[in-house]
């Protein structure tokens, strides 16, 4: 039975052995700070321990992400049986970080507006020079460097660049913007090819053997025809133009305060992808592109007036690192305490791409020199880079 006593009285609780009570007793305030102040204690000598373990978790985890997704493109080129690949965008605030990356592809081949669209051999002076059916082919849809299959077979040529930006040659360019016009094309003897716009194809190996056609008598018939658009971007504001397109895989984005540090990243002993225009506006994104057999057919990096599209044959490496890391100014220190940058953090990592076999590796940054504080760092870029350079060789992905 319970019994409940008035204030005064102690409470006695049905039950008990005889003789036995309950008193309630509450935490006075001093007391209670005592145990605040321990807790705050506690939280000041553990969290300093944990946070740099939070972040290296951070960079790890980036690391994977991108090491994945740099797979995810190599296997969707070999599926597809075209290019794939990864753009890194830049961040406006700061061009020589990344924390987005978006894949990206060719479109299929291009075989014309219609179904009758035709090339059509014409008289060439130790070139191969085509005449090009009414209609087959919209303006601002190829561009010299653009490969060209003929009848769905057989090598492909490349379309000669303009003689030059005053005088085109017979490869049309009427507003200059790089691509191929064919507004302007007239057909006076309406036999359904343009008159006055031809393209130059240049063959993979010169000399008779290469032409798609014989050389006489008429050159032979009229062909279907497919090109091949190259890669190339834009710019960093309107995104991905002329060849690329945009995958409909979801982006990559980075955790918070991670960063892909562009202005360490580049080929061999370089830092090609740097950011040149730091003081104006980012570059276009650096983007790589794997090949139907899983190599890197093509690097794409700098700034949009001069970029630059190239096959390399060196390890690319991507620097994953802090955000805080990144230089405040071009060729300054970083933002953080010690001032150090991503490539001298030995909790960061390098991504190693190998050109060749398209092998995707993780590695530490390695370190050779101690600071007066103890802490040890790299003494050069090259030597922050040997152990991905190292674990690239030991499988095979010189």
Known sequence: MLTVSYPGDRLEVGGSRP??????????????????GIILLLAALIIPRIQPNVEQARI???????????????????????????????????????????????PPPYAGESLDARLRPALGQGTI?????????????????????????????????LVSS???????????DGYLDFGA?????????????????????????ALPWPSVPNFGPAVPFRVERQA?????????????????????????????????????????FANTLAALQPDPPVFLLFSPIGMVEQ???????????????????????????MPTSPGGASAAEDGLLNWQDGQNLWIAISPQT?????????????????MRIPSSLDVSRRFAREAQIAKGGR
Do not use: H
Not at 137 to 158: A, E, H, K, S, T
């Open 19 to 36: 003789g036995e009570s309950l008193v309630r007793a509450g935490m006075t305030l001093v007391e209670l700070m005592v145990v605040v």
């Open 60 to 106: 790890r985890e980036a690391a994977r992400s991108v090491s994945v997704f740099l797979n995810a493109a190599r296997v969707n080129a070999i599926e597809s049986g075209r290019p794939v690949g990864v753009a890194f965008q830049r961040l406006a605030a700061q061009g020589d970080a990344c924390s987005v990356a978006f894949q990206i592809e060719l």
């Open 129 to 161: 020079v085509c005449q090009v059916s009414v209609g087959a082919i919209d303006d601002g849809l190829i561009r010299p460097g653009d490969r060209v299959q003929l009848n769905f077979q057989g090598p492909w040529y490349q379309i000669a660049p």
């Open 166 to 176: 005053t005088d085109p040659g017979p490869n049309p360019d009427s507003n200059k």
């Open 185 to 209: 094309g007239t057909d006076n003897n309406a036999d359904g090819f343009y008159d006055n716009l031809v393209l130059v194809l240049i063959p993979p190996s010169f000399g008779v053997a």
């Open 232 to 272: 190339s971007l834009d710019s960093a504001l309107t995104g991905f133009g002329g060849g690329l397109i945009r995958s409909a895989v979801p982006p990559l984005r980075l955790p918070e305060n991670v960063v892909v540090d562009l202005g360490g990243s580049g080929f061999g002993s370089g830092t090609q």
């Open 299 to 325: 690097l794409g990096y700098g700034p949009a007036g001069s970029y630059v599209r190239q096959s390399v044959t060196e390890p690319i490496f991507l620097l994953i690192g802090r955000w805080d890391r």
């Open 358 to 374: 398209g092998l995707v590796t993780v590695a530490d940054v390695a370190m050779d020199q101690t600071l007066p504080s103890g």
